[in-house]
């Protein structure tokens, strides 16, 4: 599915819809230049699974956990790879150890290296256009209504 | 007594060692490894992160410092915030040093350290202090009390500063870290060529954000594409952005000064190495009549010696070398 959406609080509503169709255990890409809108749509994603604290940027920090209560949902894995320049680097993270059932994991720039890393269940891709963003939301095992 | 202090929170691997006598501390050596691996032992490129998070790099540094590091009284490691496995290469590191060398092992956030590294080779500040943290990671206001206690007033709720700064310096397609390009940009620039949003101005509360300023920045490329290559619309952006990214510091830190009577305004973090930030807080410190104590440039960015330093103020809060683990988050205070 895509959506256009002018404001942030169109991006909330989207994030709220989002979130509900996840089962837990999913991978998340979120691919978008700078500024477009990446931390702002986890951010929706958090407060729609009733998270109300700060959600900050991962940039320098590369992974922000959070706990939520939604569901199946229990845990919430935030990554940036944006600063990551060797593959090395990030298979020394064991990101598959980060998997489970209970938790859903969001990565921005899953693809700052050539070398396929990681292998999403689900796409969002953020565009800046004009007035706002187009989101597309895409998955193999995964079919969003809209 | 002698501490001393390992951090791998972050980007650094570092061991230092700091002399503690009479409320003073004075630094006996530190080691940075993003620095020493120039040097000829370590040989071509360390890739820091995996580095870290194998213990080689720790391993050849302790190895390096054997003969000091068994005369240390205390072993002061950073546990928190950061990235759990680049943690733990440290306190694992911290933890078996303090069982065989039978020492007091002492958990210390990484934040603290960024405060601390303002007592080093120096008159110790006065407290109560009013803190600035500005870094890569953080953007963090802060009271600390008379007894050392923290007590966090604001922080940022998206962005950090000094992330503002990179991201701004890749828009511009300028060198990493970001900060100093900006800064060197800005120099040619009209700091009031752009109006960009300084986060939360009218607000408050003493939070930040940094998104805004970010994506104001990116619009005000795009619309204006054609004049990327002109050196004085470049100058100006930076200029402007710099401003904007300063003042929004000094609104809050204004704010903060007002509600909260001080003796001491104390700065730590990478961003603290910026020219602007430091006369614009020089200014504020004088007009508020409080001592501004800035650390050193070399002090700015992460190293060892700030946690051995934190460190000498915990030694009653000791950690068990057995079960010490690392915090993902650890906020100022808590």
């Known amino acids: ?146 | 007594m002698r501490i001393l202090g390992i951090e791998t929170s972050c980007d650094e691997t570092a061991l230092a060692c700091a002399e503690f006598q009479d409320g003073k501390l004075t630094t006996l050596w530190s080691d940075i490894a993003s620095q020493m691996k120039k040097h000829a032992e370590f040989g071509g490129v360390v890739p820091e992160v995996a580095a870290r998070l194998h213990l080689e790099l720790l391993s050849t540094m302790l190895q390096a410092r054997k003969d000091e590091i068994v005369t240390v009284d205390a072993i002061a490691v950073t546990a928190g915030p950061g990235l759990k496995p680049a943690l733990r290469s440290g306190i694992e590191a911290a933890k078996t040093l303090a069982w065989t060398l039978q020492k007091p092992l002492i958990a210390v956030s990484h934040l603290e350290g960024h405060v601390y590294a303002n007592w080093l080779d120096q008159r110790p500040p006065a407290l109560p202090a009013l803190v600035l943290l500005v870094s890569g990671g953080h953007t963090e206001l802060a009271l600390m009390g008379e007894d050392g206690s923290f007590t966090l007033l604001g922080e940022t709720l998206d962005d950090a500063v000094g992330e503002a700064f990179d991201k701004v310096a890749k828009m511009l397609s300028l060198g990493y870290p970001g900060g100093p390009a900006i800064s060197k940009l800005a120099k040619e620039g009209d700091r009031a060529a752009f109006a960009f949003p300084r986060g939360f101005a009218n607000e408050d509360h003493l939070n930040f954000s940094y998104s805004g300023l970010k994506t104001s920045v990116l619009y005000t490329l795009r619309k204006h594409e054609d004049q990327l290559g002109d050196l004085t619309f470049r100058a100006n952006i930076a200029a402007s952005f710099e401003a904007a990214a300063i003042d929004a510091l000094m609104i809050k830190t204004r704010k903060a000064l007002e509600k909260h009577e001080v003796k001491s305004l104390l700065l730590g973090g990478g961003v603290t190495a910026n020219g602007l930030l430091r006369a614009r807080t020089a200014e504020l410190a004088d007009e508020f009549d409080v001592d501004l104590r800035l650390p050193e440039l070399k002090l700015t960015g992460d190293n060892a010696i700030m946690i051995a330093a934190a460190g000498a103020f915990h030694l009653e809060h000791l950690s068990n070398p057995f079960t010490l683990e690392a915090r993902s988050t650890w906020p100022l205070g808590s």
């Open chain 1, 1 to 146: 599915m895509q959506k256009r959406v002018k404001t942030i609080e169109e991006t909330n509503l989207l994030a709220m819809e989002f979130v509900k169709m996840l089962k837990g255990g999913e991978t998340i890409a979120l691919i978008g230049d700078l500024g477009a809108g990446k931390t702002a749509f986890v951010r929706g994603c958090l407060a729609a699974m009733g998270f109300e604290g700060a959600v900050k940027s991962p940039t320098f920090t590369v992974m922000n956990e959070y706990d939520v209560d939604f569901g199946r949902i229990q845990h919430v894995q935030h990554l940036d790879l944006y600063r990551f320049t060797l593959a090395d680097e990030i298979e020394a993270m064991h990101l598959g150890d980060l998997h489970a059932p209970n938790a859903i994991m969001f990565v921005e720039w899953p693809n700052v290296l050539e070398e396929e890393l990681i292998r999403p269940d689900i796409e969002v891709r953020i565009e800046i256009e004009e007035e706002g963003r187009r989101i597309e939301i895409a998955g193999d095992r995964f079919q969003l209504a809209g």
